[in-house]
């Protein structure tokens, strides 16, 4: 079975970093894409940014461009997004999602994990 | 405010038909493919529908999607308590170089 599990979120001030971090199994991790996606309270999606099998190709939201870096370790297994320059609006929870594809812009998305909530608030 | 559009509730009956719609421009739904997505209440999103009508192994067939120019369409038919749900559109979009997603539709039965 698929599992995803988030970890890393919590509360912090605004313009400060947070570090998610993703733990996979289940699956062959290196044959497939990663993303995240946020949601904020009692809002809808938002794709957040995906990386390809090989970190080879990335891509962000314009939202988050230059602020947030996403990243990945095939050989534990493991998705992370470093989130720098935080701000209130970023407050969501943070799901980690696994592509069905090896490249990050085919972005269909299936399974999801159970999210991490990230509050940013002073 | 989304660059998808959906209505933000839709409600039905048990055992009706209920259709749900999303509208996008010539930039992401007019050329590109159309996913759906299932959000029951506290959990997190299902994939439900890929390349505008193609079921997932275990989506029952109660549920179907379609795609024409820049609007697609979720249908459930013979609607359950159980389908209570969030549902999202979404589908790449050329001009912002990401995946965008409809606002969502919150389908209540009655």
């Known amino acids: 079975e698929v599992q995803l599990v988030e970890s890393g979120g919590g509360l912090v001030q605004p313009g400060r970093s947070l570090r998610l971090s993703c733990a996979a199994s289940?699956?062959?991790?290196?044959?497939?894409?990663m993303h995240w996606v946020r949601q904020a309270p009692g809002k809808g999606l938002e794709w957040v940014s995906g990386i390809s099998w090989n970190s080879g190709a990335i891509g962000y939201a314009d939202s988050v461009k230059g602020r947030f870096t996403i990243s990945r370790d095939n050989s534990k297994k493991s998705l992370f997004l470093q989130m720098d320059s935080l701000r209130a609006d970023d407050t969501a929870l943070y799901y980690c999602?696994?592509?069905?594809?090896?490249?990050?812009?085919?972005?269909?998305?299936?399974?999801w994990g159970q999210g991490t909530l990230v509050t940013v608030s002073s | 405010q989304s660059v998808l559009t959906q209505p933000p509730s839709a409600s039905g009956t048990p055992g009706q038909r209920v259709t749900m719609s999303c509208s996008g421009s010539?930039?992401?739904?007019?050329?590109?493919?159309v996913n759906w997505y299932q959000q029951l209440p506290g959990t997190a999103p299902k994939l439900l529908i890929f390349s505008n009508s193609l079921r997932p192994s275990g989506v029952p067939d109660r549920f179907s999607g379609s795609k024409s120019g820049t609007s697609a369409s979720l249908a459930i038919s013979g609607l359950q308590s159980d389908d209570e749900a969030d549902y999202y559109c979404?589908?790449?979009?050329?001009?912002?170089?990401?995946?965008?997603f409809g606002g969502g539709t919150k389908l209540l039965v009655l």
């Open positions: 010539s930039s992401n739904i007019g050329s590109n493919t």
């Open positions: 999602v696994k592509d069905i594809s090896s490249s990050w812009y085919v972005t269909l998305f299936d399974p």
């Open positions: 289940g699956f062959t991790f290196d044959d497939y894409a």
């Open positions: 979404a589908a790449w979009d050329g001009s912002l170089n990401g995946l965008i």
